[in-house]
T-cell receptor, first 113, second 113 residues
Framework: KNQVEQSPQSLIILEGKNCTLQ??????????LRWYKQDTGRGPVSLTI?????NTKSNGRYTATLDADTKQSSLHITASQLSDSASYIC????????????FGAGTTVTVRA | DVKVTQSSRYLVKRTGEKVFLECVQD?????MFWYRQDPGLGLRLIYF???????EKGDIPEGYSVSREKKERFSLILESASTNQTSMYLC????????????FGPGTRLTVL
């Protein structure tokens, strides 16, 4: 069973609107959570990283939140643009040195004019 | 900026062929990784390497092998390609503790006919 679950699987929004993506995880012990953006046909690129003690992190119009008690994170996109059309992947790292990451299946966001 | 390059963006091979996918990174990272990405499944780790000539199996190593003769180069080998190996293959480097950030290449879309 995947230790990182994302919802929704996909969504369509109009340009200029906001949206929120969800990530629930069971990875333990927790080290950090990262949101990646993956454009079609490209490799993922890191947007934000949050450790246990952080509950919010922004990168431009992207704001990520983390509730380590409930093991939930969200990524909020404000005033969406056509360039936000991509897959957004939640990635959780364990507090260990085995290099392995746990990946969500991703949420595909389509922004329409 | 970290740069991870992959030898091909698109490959089409026939069942039974030997396939080489090459990855090069320019940031002197010790760790390198090969993943495959399939719709709805997220990224799955095939193999990783933590030093030259050192490798470890990931979650789905069957049907694959790897080679790391130089620090900057990590190759994925499909000894006898099969149709169920049609996928997007992503190489990454980095993963240093504690943040474990991995930097991804652009991916190779492999189709096995």
């Amino acid at each position: 069973k995947n230790q990182v679950e994302q919802s929704p699987q996909s969504l369509i929004i109009l340009e200029g609107k906001n949206c929120t993506l969800q990530c629930n995880y069971t990875v333990s012990p927790f080290s950090n959570l990262r949101w990646y953006k993956q454009d079609t046909g490209r490799g993922p690129v890191s947007l934000t990283i949050m450790t246990f003690s952080e509950n919010t992190k922004s990168n431009g119009r992207y704001t990520a939140t983390l509730d380590a008690d409930t093991k939930q994170s969200s990524l909020h996109i404000t005033a969406s643009q056509l360039s936000d059309s991509a897959s957004y992947i939640c990635v959780v790292s364990r507090r260990s040195n085995d290099y392995k990451l746990s990946f969500g299946a991703g949420t595909t966001v389509t922004v329409r004019a | 900026d970290v740069k991870v390059t992959q030898s091909s963006r698109y490959l089409v091979k026939r069942t039974g062929e030997k396939v080489f996918l090459e990855c090069v990174q320019d940031m002197d990272h010790e760790n390198m990784f090969w993943y495959r990405q399939d719709p709805g499944l997220g990224l799955r780790l095939i193999y990783f390497s933590y030093d030259v000539k050192m490798k470890e199996k990931g979650d789905i190593p069957e049907g694959y092998s790897v080679s790391r003769e130089k620090k900057e180069r990590f190759s994925l080998i499909l000894e006898s390609a099969s149709t169920n190996q049609t996928s997007m293959y992503l190489c990454a480097s980095g993963g240093d503790y504690p943040y474990n950030e991995q930097f991804f290449g652009p991916g190779t879309r492999l189709t096995v006919l």
